[in-house]
């Protein structure tokens, strides 16, 4: 029987030639059937695939054949489904490029990359060592988000400071605005979903002079297997992929809030203008009613729905 799998991975590595790595992972990705996002700069690569589990087995270790990527850390979670061709139903496609970055903060001149990954981030933590610290330490602990706010609304840890960003690209400006500035003197946790965002963002902390900070090894995934709902995150968390959302145990508390009728929910979708790319919570009954769109495609405010 077919087991479908989700695979999310990235390592920060120098890399001589991010061409000739794009067009064997894309050929690689493609006689295995496997589908989703794979990027790719001179600092490393970064991607999420799904597909059958034996191809997912299968590219884990054809790829860390390749010297560069030998340390790469793989994640894995269940997969909503295959096709009659055996390819993923949570990705429409492969897509594989060369990117400046493999995650787009827009500070490349910023970054600075060895074969042992980021040089000057944070002190990387385990799930573990995550709780030993705020056990120790208790609430002069900050949690800071690395994710687009809108990702923080169905799942964060527990009182994080969340950045009103709407992507990764205005985290630099949010820094450098001293809106943060007196977290510099406090042990600050950066975290995300898989931990490539805390890799750039702990580093972007340290060189504005935030003095002791550390980050979330492996993401809220590696925490969220872990500890399921009984540690120190609350709630669902977002993935970018047909899933929309994933739970790491049942009962999961849910944060999220309808946009349309202010109902308690998890459930995310996109706008329905093709071209926008904000997310929105909303309920299933009220997508049912009629697929929402946000304030600015939608003409006016959303008001409709049960309880309006």
């Not at 994933?246 to 706008?271: K, W």
């Amino acid at each position: 029987m077919a087991i479908p799998k989700i695979l999310l991975f990235y390592i920060f590595t120098p890399l001589a030639d991010p061409d000739a790595v794009r067009l064997w992972q894309r050929d690689l990705c493609a006689g295995l059937g496997l589908r989703g996002r794979i990027l790719i700069s001179k600092d490393g690569l970064n991607g999420t695939v799904g597909g059958d589990l034996p191809a997912i087995k299968k590219y884990i270790r054809k790829t860390r054949d390749y010297p560069a990527f030998k340390n790469i850390d793989f994640k894995f979670s269940e997969g909503t489904g295959l096709d009659s061709r055996g390819h993923s139903l949570d990705f429409p496609k492969l897509v594989v490029k060369v990117r400046e970055e493999i995650v787009s903060f827009g500070a490349p001149g910023e970054l600075k990359v060895d074969t042992a990954g980021v040089v000057g981030g944070g002190v990387k933590l385990q799930p573990a060592e995550l709780n030993a610290l705020v056990a120790e330490r208790g609430d002069e602990v900050v949690f800071f988000d690395g994710r687009n706010r809108f990702e923080a609304e169905i799942g964060h840890f527990r009182d994080a400071v969340v950045p009103d960003v709407a992507n990764t690209r205005e985290f630099v400006a949010e820094l450098d605005s001293g809106k943060y500035d007196h977290l510099k003197g406090k042990p600050v946790v950066t975290y995300c979903t898989g931990g490539i965002r805390c890799e750039v963002l702990s580093g972007l902390m340290k060189s504005r002079g935030f003095g002791e900070v550390y980050q979330l090894d492996g993401g809220i995934v590696r925490y969220g297997e872990a500890f399921g709902n009984e540690g120190l995150w609350s709630g669902s968390l977002y993935v970018f992929d047909q899933r929309m959302s994933i739970d790491f145990a049942p009962g999961a508390a849910v944060l999220g809030v309808c946009r349309v009728c202010a109902v308690p929910t998890a459930n995310m979708l996109n706008c329905r203008n093709a071209s926008c790319r904000e997310q929105l919570v909303v309920c299933p009954e009220c997508v049912a009613l009629a697929t929402p769109a946000c304030e600015l495609h939608a003409g006016l405010p959303l008001t409709r729905g049960p309880g309006a």
